[in-house]
T-cell receptor
Framework: DGGITQSPKYLFRKEGQNVTLSCEQN?????MYWYRQDPGQGLRLIYY???????QKGDIAEGYSVSREKKESFPLTVTSAQKNPTAFYLC???????????????FGDGTRLSIL | AQSVAQPEDQVNVAEGNPLTVKCTYS??????LFWYVQYPNRGLQFLLK??????LVKGSYGFEAEFNKSQTSFHLKKPSALVSDSALYFC???????????????FGTGTQLKVEL
């Protein structure tokens, strides 16, 4: 079945450490997204990518980095510069359909990141 | 920028009763609106969307939503709630069409629905 796989499900970060969250999709979607979810704040967009080798900052990109070397993969690195990384991180993708932009986003099951 | 508001943090309803989860929006231009559901420790699942056309939109799992332009609302409804409907519900508005064909969504803060026996 097609879908989005995020790993690991739980991740712990030490002070000063960078950690990378994996996101893989087999939906053949062009666009991919990373969100951060905090209780009571909804989802906030970190980065998004519309095509391989291209990505743009979202609303809260500071302290994060991404790459898009393959269509299927969009890993997120939480760097030591992100001072409050504890959150639930969600990866999503959406189909390309001309320029209508009305296709729903499909989500993975998330990675919960905590600080040790 | 586009925005949505979900005025209720939590909604409680008895099983078998109708449920409504509220959402209001603020957009420039035509609104493109979505509802998603999230179960504990899971990602979001798409329920339904309003793009244009009929004001009553039908979606997955028996849910529907009513678009009201004059009240700038897009409330989620279900005629008869189930205990299994208990989850976190998010309203979202399309903020920006990406030139590559995707979309940038702005999400509300979520409403926790609790359906009790």
């Amino acid at each position: 079945d097609g879908g989005i796989t995020q790993s690991p499900k739980y991740l712990f970060r030490k002070e000063g450490q960078n950690v990378t969250l994996s996101c893989e999709q087999n939906l053949n979607h062009d666009a991919m997204y990373w969100y951060r979810q905090d209780p009571g704040q909804g989802l906030r967009l970190i980065y998004y990518s519309q095509i391989v080798n291209d990505f743009q900052k979202g609303d809260i990109a500071e302290g994060y980095s991404v790459s898009r070397e393959k269509k299927e993969s969009f890993p997120l690195t939480v760097t030591s510069a992100q001072k409050n990384p504890t959150a639930f991180y969600l990866c999503a993708s959406s189909m390309r359909e001309g320029t209508l932009g009305n296709q729903p986003q499909h989500f993975g099951d998330g990675t919960r990141l905590s600080i040790l | 920028a586009q925005s949505v508001a979900q005025p209720e943090d939590q909604v409680n309803v008895a099983e078998g009763n109708p449920l409504t989860v509220k959402c209001t929006y603020s957009v420039s231009g035509n609104p493109y609106l979505f509802w998603y559901v999230q179960y504990p420790n899971r990602g979001l699942q798409f329920l339904l969307k309003y793009i244009t056309g009929d004001n009553l939109v039908k979606g997955s799992y028996g849910f529907e939503a009513e678009f009201n332009k004059s009240q700038t609302s897009f409330h989620l409804k279900k005629p008869s709630a189930l205990v299994s409907d208990s989850a976190l519900y998010f309203c979202a508005v399309r903020d920006l069409i990406l030139t590559g064909g995707g979309n940038k969504l702005t999400f509300g803060t979520g409403t926790q629905l609790k359906v009790e026996l």
